[in-house]
């Protein structure tokens, strides 16, 4: 027998589109189609509760900050993937706007924890990734950079470009304002953001637990990390 995930048997039709507040609940559902690492369910676990805070956050966010946080949505047009069509994957990149020309200018990331994952894990995992990036971009002297916040394709729509070119999105956007970008990979993304120009930064592990995340920086034209 095969571990490989199903895959779609018709040819897709994809469609990039930016999302709007009709999308939240197709973007939740695309973040736990594609995340489903034991670590990241013990930050997010996958039940109402924590559902109704990741639609409230998406929510919040894409009516809110509509210039900074920008989230993009694949969807599949073709007949076979159902009236309306289907979400395949989604990105959520973090653009700087100018208006806060600080390091600080997509804090807080989220809203309070829900309180139904572990947020003493929460607090720990995030507080370290960030504390790297603002690190980073501090000895850079530049505090304005393109940040992929999300980015998550559905298992049976992997290995067809979609997670690369919504990647590719905000390369083009950083690259047009001679901006750097930056991702907190996990161990499946690296490769399709190296292919990008994005090179791997020093990994950061948890005390006491597997999951691996590797900051990736990107220089803009003209510039090397
Ligand atoms: C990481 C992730 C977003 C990648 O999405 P994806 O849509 O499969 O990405 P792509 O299709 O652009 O690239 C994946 C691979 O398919 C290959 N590929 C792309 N188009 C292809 C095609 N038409 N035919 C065959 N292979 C193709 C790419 O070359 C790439 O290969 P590589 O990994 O050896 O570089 C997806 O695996 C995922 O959601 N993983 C779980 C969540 C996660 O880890 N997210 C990243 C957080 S940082």
């Not at 930016?18 to 930050?43: Q, S």
């Not at 390369?171 to 304002?177: G, M, R």
Request: charged share 25%; with cysteine; net charge negative.
């Amino acid at each position: 027998m095969s571990n490989l995930p199903p895959r779609i048997t018709h040819t897709p039709k994809l469609v990039l589109i930016e999302a709007t507040k009709d999308d939240v609940v197709d973007i939740r559902e695309a973040f736990y189609g594609g995340f489903t690492d034991p670590f990241i369910l013990k930050l997010f676990p996958n039940i109402a509760a924590q559902h109704k805070w990741w639609d409230d956050a998406n929510l919040d966010a894409i009516t809110q900050k509509p210039k900074s946080e920008r989230y993009l949505i694949m969807k599949d047009m073709a007949p076979e993937a159902g009236p309306g069509g289907k979400v395949t994957g989604y990105a959520k990149w973090q653009c700087p706007t100018g208006d806060n020309p600080s390091l600080h200018e997509f804090y807080p990331r989220f809203p309070p924890w829900s309180g139904e994952g572990d947020s003493d894990l929460c607090d720990r995992f995030f507080g370290t990734i960030h504390a790297a990036r603002d690190e980073y971009f501090e000895k850079k002297g530049e505090p304005q950079h393109y940040y992929l916040d999300m980015l998550a394709v559905m298992p049976e729509y992997r290995k067809l470009g979609i997670g690369g070119t919504m990647t590719e999105w905000g390369c083009k956007l950083a690259d047009e304002h001679g901006k750097w970008a930056y991702i907190d990979a996990s161990d499946m993304g690296g490769p399709v953001y190296a292919r990008y120009g994005f090179v791997p930064l020093d990994p950061i592990n948890i005390p006491g637990e597997t999951f691996t995340c590797t900051p990736y920086a990107r220089a803009p034209k003209g510039k090397t990390a």
